[in-house]
């Protein structure tokens, strides 16, 4: 099904201090393919059975995800349950400023969960000099993504006619 984006865009201020403040009970994790891989996938499609991205077999999914060049596992964003080490948060970027998918568990949600993986993302690409972080989200996104990435001060692009398929 064809879904039309809206393209958004954060500057990076290179002098702010991005700082993920962790919900209780969450805790940054390095993302390991082998152990996190099938989970984060898993979540995604949680989020996406909505509306709002594609849902996608795992067995799909890694293949194309490990061989594009953009993919950089040091760029996949894992957030665990403390106490029971579940996933409950996953973002996925490419290397050059794109953040390609970003999910949060339903029971996680408005716990500043989202927030702070978008903190972590944003320091990550200010290190790196990259100062300008893009995604697409799904106009008719049901969860409220649009309000969420403009709170974080994202802003659409419009020098894209059109937009493009998410």
Known sequence: MLRTAIHLRKRIDPAADYVPRWPVGIEAATFDPLHHGRAARALLNDAYAPGGGDVLAFEDWWPALSADPEYRPDLCFVALDAASGELAGFAQCWSLGYIKDIAVAPARRRHGLGRALMQKIFRTFQ????????????????????????????????????????
Request: glycine share 16%.
């Open 127 to 166: 290190a790196r000099g990259i100062f300008e972080v893009d995604l697409k989200v799904a106009a008719d996104n049901p969860s409220g993504a649009a309000g969420f990435y403009a709170r974080l001060g994202m802003v659409e692009v419009t020098d894209h006619p059109g937009q493009g398929p998410v």
